[in-house]
Every structure is written in C-alpha cells, then in structure tokens.
Nanobody, 115 residues
Framework: QVQLVESGGGLVQPGGSLRLSCAAS????????MGWYRQAPGKQREWVAS???????NYLDSVKGRFTISRDNAKNTGYLQMNSLKPEDTAVYYC?????????WGQGTQVTVSS
C-alpha cells in the first residue's frame, strides 16, 4: 500500500519560510495529481494547494503569492515552499493524492508560526 511521509515542518517567526516535503512509496506517483492540506487546532482539515500530474498548480486564495507547490516525479516527492508565513498558517500539514487516488493520511508535519 502506498504511504506518504511529510517532513520539513517546524517553528518559524512571522515572515519566515519553510519547505515541506512529501515522499511517496510505490511507483505510480507520477500518474496522479497531489495536494497539500492543513488542519489547525479545533478546525477541519482544509485544502491548501494542489498540482496535477503534468505540473499545473492551484492555490487557496489566502496562500496565493506566498506558497509554491511543486513535484519531482523522478524522486516520488512533492514539495510546498512556504514564504511570508503568518500565524494563521499554523497547522499540521498533510499531503495526499487527489480524488479517487487518495490513500490513508500520513502523520503530517507541524508548522508553527509564532514570535
């Protein structure tokens, strides 16, 4: 079964940057679109950004211009570059494939934006 492992989170000051990674096991990574999601304390998980298997990105309005999603199909890895971070970006960040290709959620990676 495909597993997803998120990494790269941490504590950062407002205005700082982090780069999240999503490593997928298996050999079909390049076939499917993938997305990043986040869940803040007391809130439901929300979609943040996604990228098609051909590289077309899409973003939540509140992160447009600050976050960049990318993927390296040769490495079975997706990325989320997060710049100009704000306290409201604090959450556990998860990755997953889109739509019917979705697999069980990983453990996520904690991002905390605080001074």
């Amino acid at each position: 079964q495909v597993q997803l492992v998120e990494s790269g989170g941490g504590l950062v000051q407002p205005g700082g940057s982090l780069r999240l990674s999503c490593a997928a096991s298996g050999s079909f990574f390049s076939f499917y679109g993938m997305g990043w999601y986040r869940q803040a304390p007391g809130k439901q998980r929300e979609w943040v950004a996604s990228i098609t298997n051909s590289g077309l990105p899409n973003y939540l309005d509140s992160v447009k211009g600050r976050f960049t999603i990318s993927r390296d199909n040769a490495k079975n890895t997706g990325y989320l570059q997060m710049n100009s971070l704000k306290p409201e970006d604090t959450a556990v960040y998860y990755c997953n494939f889109l739509g019917p290709a979705r697999v069980p959620w990983g453990q996520g990676t904690q991002v905390t934006v605080s001074s």
